[in-house]
């Protein structure tokens, strides 16, 4: 806590901005599958549209990257701002005429701003005067998702009917409000600028700095994180509605508390980062997902679905925040925008892989084969964990 007594007000901001609008991931999460199964041709693409905004994120990470080198974090920010209401107009357009096409386009337009606004965890880091304030600050930053976390599956339900409008046409127009008060908090942004004297040169080459076991181990903890996490997120609430006759009620409450989990720990993560160190968080994220499968193939009660999604949400929180803290010390301040652009394009790229293979693998093989198809990923980052944990004195 006397950490977050100390942050700039800059981590304020982004944190209360990315409050508000990261509620369109979780309506997404909660709705686009259903609303995908009631206007897709085939049930297999039913999760296309949580897929496109994963693959908006991926295409505009460099780009988003480029734009934050340019013209500065706060231009990129109210960039990504306005492609989010751009994709809840289109959400609103999907809904009120019917159009899968629209859907799809509003999801990679509401993935694209999350390109731009997972650039605020590094906008986070350069406002401050201490680095060792990093882990805490980045810890602040995903706490935030805790409200987006609650409010997203709740926009999704209140606005599920409302009169005179199609089904969830209001679940867009409440997430759109929400966009706008954003955009209204992030007024208060300023460019850092203790880093701008950095800035110089162009520093080594890419593929000097790609090639670093730091850079390597990163990138591992949060790509690999992020992928597993997103192939059995993006699934859950049709292999509980659709295939086991879950109720949408149940699913909301287990996507919601999936969701606090991802977000939840940040208020000790930090503490942990420091007390354990980043590798023993990692390590820890990988047993945390050990355990995700044994819970998902033991059952297909709710609370199954509960326990192996609460446990994901907290193992991804471990490994992202790991790879994130861990990243800067593979790159100087002339190099971080390269850098990473790289680390966010290979994260959100494999990520998207995992989310347009998750729907097909649930129908054509179910939930069981499903959660099976992850240990791989797992037993890699287990693997990768304990290297690092023997070498970490090279690390860290």
Known sequence: MKHWLRFPRNVWVLAGTLSLVMTSIPLMV????LLGAKLAANPALATLPLACTIVGTALTTLPAASLVRRRGRRFAGFTGIACSAIGALLGLAATEFSSFISLLSGAAFMGAAMAFFQQFRFAAIESLSDPADAGPAVSMIMLSGIVSAIVGPEFGAWGR????????????????????LAAIVFMGFRNPEQLQTQDKGTGRPLSEIVRQPVFLIALASAA??????????????????????HSLHEAKWVIQSHLMAMFLPSLFAGFLLQRLGVITLMLSGCVLYFAVLIIALSGHAVMHYWWALVLLGVGWNFLFLAGTTLLPKAYSGAER??????NDFSVFSLQAAASLCAGWVLVSFGWQVQVLATLVPVVLLLLISVWALLNRQRLV
């Open 161 to 180: 009917h409302w009169s005179g409008l199609a089904q969830y046409s209001g679940s867009f127009l409440i997430l759109l409000l929400a966009i706008v």
């Open 337 to 342: 925008f390269k850098a990473q652009a790289v």
């Open 30 to 33: 909660l709705i686009s599958g």
């Open 224 to 245: 690999i994180g992020y992928a597993v996490m997103s192939f059995l997120m993006t699934s859950t609430p049709i292999s509980m509605h659709s295939h086991y006759g």
